[in-house]
């Protein structure tokens, strides 16, 4: 889709820069965006939390990516994409407008594909763990 050519883009730029995106996802799909969104933004993502389960925030995490696409396109250094990815206040304050993308970003996001991708990953997330440990 067109919208994820966007993110392909931005991804580039991180890489490029040498960001990792899990340095700020982490923290939101943990606490579940408290502290990265206005808090009216992080209730409304909240309600659908609850209301379509934890697809919710991955969808949220894509929604932030896009409202940010601007700033981290634009950034030339490692501290502009990091605080483009960090400050999120002013760009999330139109709650609506943020439902809106991350209900978009859900459209995108069938249940069955994010199980495929768990199970893949869990895999992986576990024998990186056996190795750590040995």
Same mark, same amino acid.
């Given at each position: ?56 925030? @991955?969808?949220?995490?894509?929604? @932030? ?6 700033? @981290? ?46 199970? @893949? ?14």
């Amino acid at each position: 889709a067109e919208e994820h050519d966007e993110l392909k883009q931005v991804m580039a730029v991180l890489t490029d820069l040498g960001v990792e995106l899990s340095f700020v996802s982490t923290q939101w799909l943990m606490l579940c965006v408290v502290n990265a969104l206005p808090t009216e933004t992080t209730l409304r993502v909240w309600d659908l939390l609850f209301a379509q389960g934890s697809r919710v925030l @991955i969808a949220a995490s894509l929604a @932030i990516l896009h409202l940010r696409a601007e700033a @981290i396109l634009e950034a030339a250094s490692f501290e502009q994409a990091y605080n483009a990815l960090k400050h999120l206040h002013a760009p999330a304050l139109d709650c609506d407008h943020f439902v809106r993308l991350t209900l978009r970003e859900m459209r995108h996001l069938p249940e069955r594909t994010l199980s495929q991708l768990r199970a @893949i990953h869990t895999v992986r997330v576990a024998e990186e763990m056996r190795a750590q440990q040995e």
